[in-house]
């Protein structure tokens, strides 16, 4: 009698059980979290100094959901999602773009360089420290001025140009003349002035005066000023 072959014949493909493969809910947790979408639809909002209730009139939305969206409580479709877009006239893809690293960088004081501002630089007007390699982005210059005392040394006088310039004073008393009016600005004082003024700045007294100058080339209020965005229509 013959021996019965008794090896197993292949499963055809087709019959074979597919393998099953099941997403961590975790690890999308983890996608949704790092995309931040409350915070930057909240971010856009503030921005536009928009309320929740404008927002959700502009989007067909209700109020109650865009907070609990922004607080992350709930997630937004990608319907919705749209709809946001539009009012802020972004892309989708903003939603998913990665954040921006933090950043990080100190400037110390001997690799500063000290530059006579003025016609003479014998006689400057004052001296300036720039920490604008800081900051090569944005609209933002700040710098640490010496203001020298004397009538030998002149006035500083700003170029007039649209913006905002803030003033603290580290030591000695700086002379501010405004539009013929003068202000004695000591130790600790803060002055927060429009770029397109009429301005001139000096040293009072015997003593140098040191001053710390922040330059914004764009007035806050502009960058606040909530634009018109073309209404959204709620779908049915």
Avoid: W
Wanted: proline share 9%.
């Amino acid at each position: 009698m013959a021996a019965q072959n008794t090896t197993p014949m292949p499963t055809p493909a087709s019959l074979e059980t597919p393998p099953t493969f099941s997403v961590d809910p975790n690890a999308a947790e983890g996608l949704l979290s790092a995309a931040q979408l409350g915070q930057r639809i909240k971010r856009l909002r503030l921005k536009r100094s928009m309320g929740l209730v404008e927002l959700g009139k502009q989007t067909g939305l209700s109020a109650s959901f865009l907070s609990q969206l922004e607080t992350g409580r709930v997630v937004p479709t990608l319907r919705n999602l749209a709809r946001i877009s539009l009012v802020f006239g972004k892309d989708l893809s903003y939603f998913f773009e990665p954040t921006e690293q933090a950043i990080f960088r100190v400037q110390r004081k001997n690799s500063r360089v000290r530059l006579p501002q003025g016609d003479n630089p014998l006689s400057p007007d004052y001296i300036s420290e720039s920490f604008g390699i800081l900051i090569p982005e944005g609209d933002l210059r700040p710098c640490r001025a010496e203001f020298l005392p004397g009538d030998e040394h002149d006035a500083f006088i700003p170029e007039r140009k649209p913006g905002v310039e803030m003033v603290y004073v580290l030591s000695g008393e700086l002379r501010l003349t405004r539009r013929n009016e003068t202000y004695i600005l000591q130790p600790s004082d803060v002055l927060y002035i429009s770029s397109d003024t009429p301005r001139s700045y000096h040293a009072e007294g015997k003593e140098a005066a040191h001053a710390l100058l922040i330059t914004f080339d764009q007035e806050p209020s502009e960058l606040r000023r909530p634009r018109k965005p073309a209404p959204v229509r709620a779908e049915s």
